[in-house]
């Protein structure tokens, strides 16, 4: 029943390693988001996908790609992980003027 | 680029109190602006969302109005319980993104 679904919940790595964050929604949105909250818990885009087609990149580095399979799937992998990746992930959808539905965050831990 | 602003940052109150939280945005083209509330380790919970050609909107205890001329938000959360003690976040939807304030956080003391 849960409408933007995120897993893991919980992600400890090891830096240097490589890891995937997997989003789905169940709404019928045809716009899909990644959002990161820091340590100081702000908030900030860092992809928004449209009918699986990438609409923002916010200037995140190159180690952190989205793939979008279909437009209710968008799973997040990162490359070399570092210790500053370590964070609260948020995926998101909505459609073009509605509001948002957020998931429950994947907290990630770098080591 | 759109700047969004939470005063105050922090908030505490006696149980009962109404609450007023205000949020301020740079660029006034916007779709809406959404208020969201965020318990400590959890995820985000939509609250009220207002629509850019909406003045208000209401849910019981919640009302939330905006002067997108202005370019002002402010949420009113009449007779305050303890569990309302959370951050609230405002978040305006522009150009395929939300934008987020900082967020106030909200302490009702029993």
């Known amino acids: 029943d849960t409408a933007v679904s995120q897993t893991p919940k919980y992600l400890v790595t090891q830096m240097g390693n490589d890891k995937s964050i997997k989003c789905e929604q169940n709404?019928?949105?045809?716009?899909m988001y990644w959002y990161k909250q820091d340590s100081k818990k702000f908030l900030k885009i860092m992809f928004s996908y449209n009918n699986k087609e990438l609409i923002i990149n916010e200037t995140v580095p190159n180690r952190f790609s989205p793939k979008s399979p279909d437009k209710a799937h968008l799973n997040l992998h990162i490359n070399s992980l570092e210790l500053g990746d370590s964070a609260v992930y948020f995926c998101?959808?909505?459609?073009?003027?509605?509001?948002?539905?957020f998931g429950s965050g994947t907290r990630l831990t770098v080591v | 680029k759109q700047e969004v602003t939470q005063i105050p940052a922090a908030l505490s109150v006696p149980e009962g109190e109404n609450l007023v939280l205000n949020c301020s945005f740079t660029?006034?083209?916007?779709?809406?602006l959404q208020w969201f509330r965020q318990d400590p380790g959890k995820g985000l919970t939509s609250l009220l969302l207002?629509?850019?050609?909406?003045r208000e909107q209401t849910s019981g205890r919640l009302n939330a109005s905006l002067d997108k001329s202005s370019g002002r938000s402010t949420l009113y959360i009449a007779a305050s319980q303890p569990g309302d003690s959370a951050t609230y976040l405002c978040?305006?939807?522009?150009?395929?993104?939300?934008?987020f304030g900082a967020g106030t956080t909200v302490t009702v003391r029993a």
């Open positions: 207002i629509q850019s050609s909406q």
């Open positions: 660029d006034s083209a916007i779709y809406n």
């Open positions: 998101a959808s909505s459609r073009r003027t509605d509001g948002y539905t």
């Open positions: 709404l019928g949105h045809d716009t």
């Open positions: 978040a305006v939807h522009d150009d395929y993104k939300l934008s």
